[in-house]
């Protein structure tokens, strides 16, 4: 059993995150391989999953069908989230660990209580041009693949 939705997302999925990881890599002259599973980067790789499969389920079901319709609807507030909530999240996470270092604050983790200084994952929402590159991505994988 095939089904060009589901491999369309995950193969953009996947295509999104290499891409990221390479990216990272360029940038920042290390491969950091949690890239690969990360959220935030370039490019986004939720918008990539949920528009490669809303192109594939336009392609494979009809324009006129429900499931386009309920994965435009479900792509819309994927990105609208990742640019938008999940970003200001992260900007949150990056002031606040500058907080942290200047202070010093230890925070207590999970049910042990152990204290440490632990810092808040900042890579998790997008900008305007990661989420455009997610979009990009998504396109082209979910265009690559031939309808079954």
Do not use: C
């Not at 990216?23 to 935030?40: P, T």
């Not at 490669?52 to 009809?62: C, K, L, N, P, Y």
């Not at 440490?116 to 082209?140: C, Q, R, S």
């Amino acid at each position: 059993m095939f089904n060009n939705v589901i491999v369309s997302g995950i193969l953009a999925w996947l295509a999104a995150q290499i891409i990221k990881t390479v990216l990272h890599a360029v940038k920042n002259d290390k491969v950091a391989l949690e890239r690969l599973v990360g959220s935030g980067g370039m490019p986004s790789s939720h918008t990539a999953t949920v528009v490669a499969s809303m192109i594939a389920a336009g392609r494979t079901e009809g324009l006129k069908s429900s499931v386009f319709g309920l994965s435009v609807i479900v792509a819309v507030i994927v990105i609208y989230d990742a640019m938008n909530v999940r970003r200001a999240a992260g900007l949150h996470a990056r002031e606040l660990n500058t907080i942290n270092r200047l202070f010093n604050f230890r925070i207590k983790e999970g049910t042990t209580g152990k204290e440490a200084i632990k810092e808040l994952n900042e890579f998790l929402g997008h900008t305007p041009l990661e989420v455009l590159g997610g979009i990009v991505v998504g396109t082209a994988v979910a265009l690559l693949l031939p309808v079954k």
